[in-house]
T-cell receptor, first 118, second 113 residues
Framework: DGGITQSPKYLFRKEGQNVTLSCEQN?????MYWYRQDPGQGLRLIYY???????QKGDIAEGYSVSREKKESFPLTVTSAQKNPTAFYLC?????????????????FGPGTRLTVL | KQEVTQIPAALSVPEGENLVLNCSFT??????LQWFRQDPGKGLTSLLL?????REQTSGRLNASLDKSSGRSTLYIAASQPGDSATYLC????????????FGTGTRLKVLA
């Protein structure tokens, strides 16, 4: 059953604590993304990765870190430097191939992780 | 800088009505445009993807059109049902070498039974 999984579904963080959100995909996609969603706002890009061991900052990378050691995994760490981390976090992936029958660059999303600061 | 706007922010219609959702973007140099559906507290579900060389895509009761010159895309939903109630978002990928997407803030649709 192909898709993107995120864990945990709900996460609570204490002040000054680092937390890591998991994202795994078995779609064999090259690119993976992390977005943050706040009420009434669109999705904002935190980090993205087009290939293993490489990633780029998005529009709101401050206070976050990522790694891409395996093609199928792209964990996001919310550090204590992120002053307002309460939000809904979404992971996505897409193929980078072009042409043929593949809907290239179509993004697929995981179910999300809701992070709350206590 | 690419900006994506979706108007209206919210919409209520009676069941059975045909409706159109709008997505506007400021830079016509896009690679593709994707429409998504999001149910409360859930992730996004891809509905339709339109490449820059295409004018429209269809899936069941959904039809998405793209007019790059005017910076607009529309999502047409035929014979709306209460199960169509959700937030609909559009996203554009820029034509440059990066694989970044810019999202609109969405239209919250409620179909009344």
């Amino acid at each position: 059953d192909g898709g993107i999984t995120q864990s945990p579904k709900y996460l609570f963080r204490k002040e000054g604590q680092n937390v890591t959100l998991s994202c795994e995909q078995n779609l064999n996609h090259d690119a993976m993304y992390w977005y943050r969603q706040d009420p009434g706002q669109g999705l904002r890009l935190i980090y993205y990765s087009q290939i293993v061991n490489d990633f780029q900052k998005g529009d709101i990378a401050e206070g976050y870190s990522v790694s891409r050691e395996k093609k199928e995994s792209f964990p996001l760490t919310v550090t204590s430097a992120q002053k307002n981390p309460t939000a809904f976090y979404l992971c996505a992936s897409s193929s980078l191939s072009s042409g043929g029958w593949v809907s290239y660059n179509e993004q697929f999303f995981g179910p999300g992780t809701r992070l709350t600061v206590l | 800088k690419q900006e994506v706007t979706q108007i209206p922010a919210a919409l209520s219609v009676p069941e059975g009505e045909n409706l159109v959702l709008n997505c506007s973007f400021t830079d016509s140099a896009i690679y593709n445009l994707q429409w998504f559906r999001q149910d409360p507290g859930k992730g996004l579900t891809s509905l339709l993807l339109i490449q820059s060389s295409q004018r429209e895509q269809t899936s069941g009761r959904l039809n998405a059109s793209l007019d790059k010159s005017s910076g607009r895309s529309t999502l047409y939903i035929a014979a709306s049902q209460p199960g169509d109630s959700a937030t609909y978002l559009c996203a554009v990928r820029r034509i440059s070498g990066t694989y970044k997407y810019i999202f609109g803030t969405g239209t919250r649709l409620k179909v009344l039974a």
